[in-house]
């Protein structure tokens, strides 16, 4: 949103116009007021009730995957684990490293 530099309104006690910056928009009030209330449409619009219990819903499904994500990485690491100490069992006190 651009800056209206010409507008007195909220510098009281300043007489003369301000100078114009090039390439600057300069705003009326009046389109200001537009694009405010355009904003407002926009997120009522977009942050609908029903949207918002879809986002919610889309955040609580994400934090499950999640959580669900880091158990079966625990899962597997025990997996691992115990499938290591089996073969190291099995192997008895006489094995030997592989050589690759």
Do not use: W, Y
Request: glycine fraction near 4%; include cysteine.
């Amino acid at each position: 949103m651009a800056v209206d530099l010409r507008e007195q309104a909220c510098h009281p006690g300043i007489t003369q116009t301000a100078p114009t910056v090039p390439g600057a928009q300069v705003t009326t009030s009046r389109s200001r007021e537009a694009v405010l209330t355009m904003a407002k449409a926009l997120f009522g619009h977009v942050v609908a009730p029903a949207e918002l219990r879809v986002v919610e819903e889309n955040a609580v499904l994400r934090a499950k995957v999640r959580r669900l994500e880091q158990e079966l990485e625990e899962l597997r690491a025990q997996r691992d684990a115990a499938i290591a100490h089996e073969l190291l069992s099995m192997a008895g006190e006489n094995a030997e490293p592989a050589l690759a």
